[in-house]
């Protein structure tokens, strides 16, 4: 099966208690591709600018993900800038360049349209409505969002809810679309707006999932450095939607699969700058952690 | 088997989002030793006041609780006053009134110093000493400290670990004792001081337990409505070391299931205010809860 997945390609200068690495490669869209590739063939939707580095292009074709929704446009490619603190779950944003991120309208190619497998990671949801608009007939459709849209976009946001079959939010995020503070409410909240599953991400503390089937507790894995948190959510539903495509199911033991190969890609991501130490592991260590996982909560 | 535990008893006045109770009964030794008594028999050390309502003492022995060690002092019970925020994991100390606690100096009858299981609640490590001297050849010791004592009273603190086997911290103590941010290298400092195993609790993310067998993530038990946290973690520890002595074990395996009883006692602990629901449930709600977790993990 095939994952079409939109959302932003970036340029990262980011500083963390480990150490600061300049214009490295980033964004949504790339940390969920290369995550989504360990299990299904991806088709990423996104924009660069000119300046976009070769050896950046090449980690897609490394990765076999076709780039033929990936457009280049003039002008620079999205900077981002940001610097996490002792306590990784902070950040604080120092600079965002949008570039030619500012003028993305996402256009499907042709053989894009019939894709069943959609994630929309986070992005503006108008843009997130105009992929889904022009697929044809997606089987499974995944989404991301964010506080920002969620003040400033709730109109498009509402919008969108109800053609999405999974939902992904962080802790945070999920209190602000709910207005409830207790988690097991937003999420059976979440489910009443006709959502398959609500996925609420805790960072290090793992993750949740509420479906009409149950509850289900993901946990993190106990890393003893993390080095850059960035993109781990990313990684995460990247990991998640790939699994799902490849097991071709949608039942609440492949959801939660699903989550569990979502943590352990994320547990690899955090462990390098960037996306280096996911392009080093192999399928063997992906089942290798997830049988770690299983021993972690087994009793 | 038998558990002795140590630690406060008191008069809570407590308020939270879902309501205000006045001088209801709590405190560290109160809530343990009702935990506890579902699993083993219990000794209780500690000190009220010639005010500590008659009524409260009828709980006790309705749990079976051997009060021996419980003494009676001219003055006024042990007093505390706190609010929560809608963040319940942050809390508000508005009056802390030690009266016949300033006094306290455990002294343990006869028949409770061969007893097997102890568990020292979070009191003065000094006072924590004191009674384990008193005790001449216990199985299995698990301590609880707080935030205060890793502070004000760190060469006791450090008398206490090497003759404790299970230590329990929240997260931000066990960062404090080890000084390092990471909880998976700050259990494995713990463990480096010779503790069989040591318990990170995480309020309403879980507990991790490190251990040299490996590391357990106990899920919290997700919750729609949480009315009182106070005595969460005191809960969990009587559930913890009661499953320990009635399994008479100390493997990982053991130790795992602990965890759990400890997370459900504490789920049910947090559901009315003092120990209202710890008082309403029987064993079968406690085993049914007990599926319930091992079912929000297994994938």
Redesign the interface.
């Known amino acids: 099966m095939t994952v079409l997945i939109v959302g932003s390609i970036a340029l990262d200068t980011i500083e963390t208690p480990a150490g600061k690495v300049f214009e490295v490669l980033g964004g949504a869209a790339t940390y969920s591709s290369v995550a989504c590739s360990f299990f299904s063939k991806v088709q990423v939707v996104g924009v660069v600018g000119q300046d976009f580095p070769a050896r950046h292009e090449k980690i897609f074709a490394l990765k076999k993900i076709d780039t033929q929704g990936l457009v280049k446009l003039q002008g620079k490619t999205f900077r981002w800038e940001g610097k996490y603190f ?2 990784l779950n902070k950040r604080e944003t120092l600079r965002t360049e949008l570039n030619v991120f500012e003028k993305f309208s996402p256009e499907l190619p042709e053989n894009y349209k019939k894709t069943d497998y959609v994630f929309l990671a986070n992005i503006h949801p108008s843009l997130q409505l105009k992929v889904l608009d022009q697929v044809e007939k997606p089987k499974l459709v995944v989404a991301d969002t964010m506080n920002l849209w969620i003040r400033t976009a709730r109109k498009d946001l509402d919008k969108l809810i109800p053609k999405v079959d999974i939902l992904m939010l962080n802790d945070e995020e999920a209190r602000m679309v709910t207005g409830e ?5 937003a ?2 909240k979440l489910l009443e707006q006709g959502l398959l599953a609500a996925v609420i991400k ?1 960072g ?3 993750a ?1 999932v509420f479906s009409r089937q ?6 993190a894995y ?5 080095k850059d948190p960035t993109g781990a959510g990313d990684t995460f539903a990247g990991g998640f939607i790939g699994y799902l495509a490849k097991s071709r199911s949608k039942s609440f ?1 492949a959801i ?2 699903a ?2 190969y979502g943590s352990v890609l994320a547990s690899f991501a955090v462990q390098e700058f960037s996306l280096r130490r996911l392009l080093q592991i192999k399928p063997r260590d992906i089942e290798k952690r997830f049988k770690e996982f ?6």
């Open positions: 002792t306590d503070y207790s988690l097991a409410r999420g059976r805790r290090e503390h793992g949740t149950g509850v289900f507790f993901a946990p106990p890393l003893e450095e993390v033991g939660k699969s989550a569990i299983r021993k972690l909560v087994s009793f």
